[in-house]
């Protein structure tokens, strides 16, 4: 059974910061396209950012450019996700997702593997 399981989630002020961690259960994840997304209550799951199975290419949408880092250990099977700066609006479940592709999907049907989300709350 393969999962990914992620961590790191709770409450902060507007202004910090908080890391999430995606662990996965198996190797072969190492070779697979990593992203997070994300889902706020009453709105669809958006994406919010992509890493290449090497990590050497990511991608971020427009709205966490510059605040918000992924980044991968294939070493530990986790992919990361550092985040700065936080607005209120950034207030969602946090899901990981991997995808058996050397590209970067944005689009949640091109992912085949999710963990079960972690709650990221800030206040103003």
């Known amino acids: 059974q393969v999962t990914l399981v992620e961590s790191g989630g709770g409450l902060v002020q507007a202004g910090g910061s908080l890391r999430l961690a995606c662990a996965a259960s198996t190797r072969p994840f190492n070779t697979y396209a990593k992203a997070w997304f994300r889902q706020a209550p009453g709105k669809e799951r958006e994406f919010v950012a992509a890493?290449?199975?090497?990590?050497?290419?990511?991608y971020y949408t427009d709205s966490v450019k510059g605040r918000f880092t992924i980044s991968r250990d294939n070493a530990k099977n986790t992919v990361y996700l550092q985040m700065n700066s936080l607005k209120p609006e950034d207030t969602a479940v946090y899901y990981c997702?991997?995808?058996?592709?050397?590209?970067?999907?944005?689009?949640?049907?091109?992912?085949?593997?999710w963990g079960q989300g972690t709650q990221v709350t800030v206040s103003s």
């Open positions: 890493i290449s199975w090497t990590g050497g290419n990511t």
């Open positions: 997702a991997a995808s058996p592709t050397v590209t970067m999907p944005t689009r949640l049907d091109e992912y085949d593997y």
